[in-house]
RNA sequence: GUCCCCGUCGUCUAGAGGCCUAGGACGCUGGCCUUUCAAGCCGGUAACACGGGUUCGAAUCCCGUCGGGGACACCA
């Protein structure tokens, strides 16, 4: 590669960001950084009934929260400001104009009515719509009327194809392509030519985006070739399908919301993995971390299937990923999740050994939570069914004797607290699961939890003691 | 309907003519470990859509059929 290259993400600022726009993100940027190339941000927000500020807002924290950063665009206005489509409508009037002047385009001064129309008649008698050119050559708006540019689309027996960086060679004949229109009467440009002048403005070397956006490139090459312009390489990533086989949509799949995926307690180290896997693959690997990603990303192994998406597989990344995170990055990210569900969580919190305890066996931050409810508790409440059966006669002296053990033990650690478990079992002569799990119970309230000695050192002595004790007065 | 893309276990995928009696991962499942639950370890389940070619040889190349998805706006 001669030069380096320019990429960008290019969203509509109307919800969320989602699933498929966030991998979209990712492989531009992996790209970009795997090349040492340029990462660009570009807010395509000519809807004006639909882009909002807040939409905005929720697309950069999406991308700052999965830790794709971005090197010029909303926040780092680069040489190629400004970085909002609405701020450039100058440009594309300026080459709007050019292509009317050159015969390329013209004005189309054909009512919405009227097109609906002919659109409809088409439809009726079951023959493909295709503009018929009533306005072709049209260098004026005519007095009294409103128009729309139009592009003039070849006729004849061409094809046009270009050479598709992950599905190869992609072709259309002309005869399937028709005029469209590029500009609104009100100077708002429309996807296709906003697009062009723009990545064409920015030097953008080459565009990945969504394969919904494949039969898009053919008016877009059109244009390149009017305006007289080189365009940029092309790559076409798969689809991500929900699980009803349907591209993953804002209104039918709640977890194309990338944010919900946070609030879930899902590692965004996770969730980036997950989806670099939907359509990508680096031979057996799974796990892949940030700096292996980028060194070993390309177009060359992303396929040309549509990958479902798939809870399971997320939430065993999320899983793996908190075992593979430093516990203290760990601690401080769940710490919030912890304030969320009203526990107090002291300055010492041993969060780092919340972290450790919990690790293997919670799958995401919500669930490790959950699972910390009883350390962070005055007191614990029993669950019935666990207390009638462990609590009872039986365990009482088991109770008692653990009870005059930690009294007397000095060191509250792991180690020595779970050697007072064997201490007793042996004492009284039954096994261990007789002396643990009424201590679990007593303990943490139920018969789940943490290795006992772990568990036991967490909640603290004076805690457990309570603990024990109120146990023991029931 | 027209055009475009795709088609390996339920799902994500490895596979670029012989290394494939098709490998890995998730899930499901049997076992080991074990003071509970996990985690971990060992094992099992399950796929080249179909039909024709090309070739000594095809999951891999070609054609057709079928299937899935996407695009057909003054949305992006």
Partial sequence: ?????????????????????????????????RHGGTFILRMEDTDQERSTPESVKAILDGLTWLGIDWDEGPGKEGPYAPYFQTQ????????????????KAY??????????????????EKRAYKYEGTCRGQKTVPAGRTAVVRFQAPSGDGTLGFDDQVLGTITKPYADMDDFVMLRAD????????????????????????????????????????????????????????????????????????????????????????????GWSHGNEEVIQRPQMIEWFGFDHVGGTSGVWNPDKLTWLSQQYLKLLPPADVAARLRPFLLERGMDVPADARLEQVVLAFRERARTLVE???????????????????????????????????RAQLVALTAWETAPLDAVVKTVSEQLGVGMGKVAQPVRVAVTGNTVSPGIGETLAIVGRAEVLARLDAALAR
Avoid at 2 to 8: C, E, G, L, T
Avoid at 17 to 23: D, E, K, Q, S, V
Avoid at 108 to 117: G, L, P
Wanted: glycine fraction near 8%; aromatic fraction near 10%.
């Fill in 107 to 124: 004005y189309c001064s054909c009512t919405r009515e009227e097109i609906d129309e002919r659109r409809k008649a088409a439809e009726a």
């Fill in 187 to 278: 100077g708002i440009p429309l996807y296709n030519f906003g697009c062009v002048v723009d990545d064409h403005t920015m030097d953008i070397t080459l565009v990945g985006r969504g394969q919904e956006h494949i039969n898009s490139t053919f008016p877009q090459l059109l244009l390149y070739r009017a305006l007289g312009w080189t365009p940029p390489a092309f790559a076409h990533f798969p689809l991500i399908l929900g699980p009803d086989r349907e591209k993953l949509s804002k209104r039918k799949h709640p977890e194309a919301d990338v944010m919900l995926h946070a609030r879930n307690g899902v590692l965004p180290e996770a969730l980036n993995n997950f989806v670099v896997r939907l």
């Fill in 368 to 402: 490790m939570a959950e699972m910390a409810r009883w350390v962070y508790s005055r007191g614990v409440s029993l669950d019935e069914k666990a207390a009638t059966k462990h609590l009872g006669p039986e365990g009482r002296p088991v109770l008692d004797a653990v």
């Fill in 1 to 33: 590669m001669s030069q380096k290259p320019r990429v960008r993400f290019a969203p509509s600022p109307t919800g969320y960001l989602h699933i498929g726009g966030a991998r979209t993100a990712l492989f531009n940027w992996l790209y970009a950084r």
């Fill in 88 to 103: 450039r409508l100058h440009l594309y009037r300026q080459y709007a104009d050019q292509l009317i002047a050159e015969g």
